[in-house]
T-cell receptor, first 112, second 114 residues
């Protein structure tokens, strides 16, 4: 059974510091991995989708890597800003049609 | 363009009552998903539609939960004989065709069963 873990559960950094968020999964047979952002009381916003054949994806200040064999993904956010404060969730698709299994998320606070 | 919308945004109901939660996906998206999120947890898959058919309903917790998508667009999640343990945020997402396409989430319906 696939299990998705995100450590740490919470993280606080000063503005300008780079953020490193970790996601691990127990079954390497995934089709893709997605990173989402969730603001309090809101739905999820997709940040990056990495297909199983890819090693990384980049969008602006965000970069996500994927190592399927070791069951790990890392989301890097460069030069953090207070507006980056949110909960970040990773999710894996193990059924090829989008049935996502989520981690519990990492709550990030960026202090001015 | 318009994103995924969900109504109502909040629903308070008494134990034992019936509720319906509505999801309007992005126009043209054939794949639609329902998830449930409890406080401090990531969303948990409930059901997936491809077009009008429920392709996978393995996440529905029991037979009190049912969902439909009769015309391949709007979907309704129906919960009978609600229990306090059903209290959660119910999220709907849609994607172009499923698979390797990003999922776009609605703001969710917060269900509270008293």
């Amino acid at each position: 059974k696939q299990e998705v873990t995100q450590i740490p559960a919470a993280l606080s950094v000063p503005e300008g510091e780079n953020l490193v968020l970790n996601c691990s999964f127990t079954d390497s047979a995934i089709y893709n991995l997605q990173w989402f952002r969730q603001d309090p009381g809101k739905g999820l916003t997709s940040l990056l989708l990495i297909q199983s054949s890819q090693r990384e994806q980049t969008s602006g200040r965000l970069n996500a890597s994927l190592d399927k064999s070791s069951g790990r993904s890392t989301l890097y956010i460069a030069a953090s800003q207070p507006g980056d404060s949110a909960t970040y969730l990773c999710a894996v698709d193990t059924d090829s049609w989008g049935k996502l299994q989520f981690g519990a998320g990492t709550q990030v606070v960026v202090t001015p | 363009g318009a994103g995924v919308s969900q109504t109502p945004s909040n629903k308070v109901t008494e134990k034992g009552k019936y509720v319906e939660l509505r999801c309007d996906p992005i126009s043209g998206h054939t794949a639609l998903y329902w998830y449930r999120q409890s406080l401090g947890q990531g969303p948990e898959f409930l059901i997936y539609f491809q077009g009008t058919g429920a392709a996978d309903d393995s996440g529905l917790p029991n037979d009190r939960f049912f969902a439909v998508r009769p015309e391949g667009s709007v979907s309704t999640l129906k919960i009978q004989r609600t229990e306090r343990g059903d209290s959660a945020v119910y999220l709907c997402a849609s994607s172009l065709t499923g698979g390797d396409y990003e999922q776009y989430f609605g703001p969710g319906t917060r269900l509270t069963v008293t």
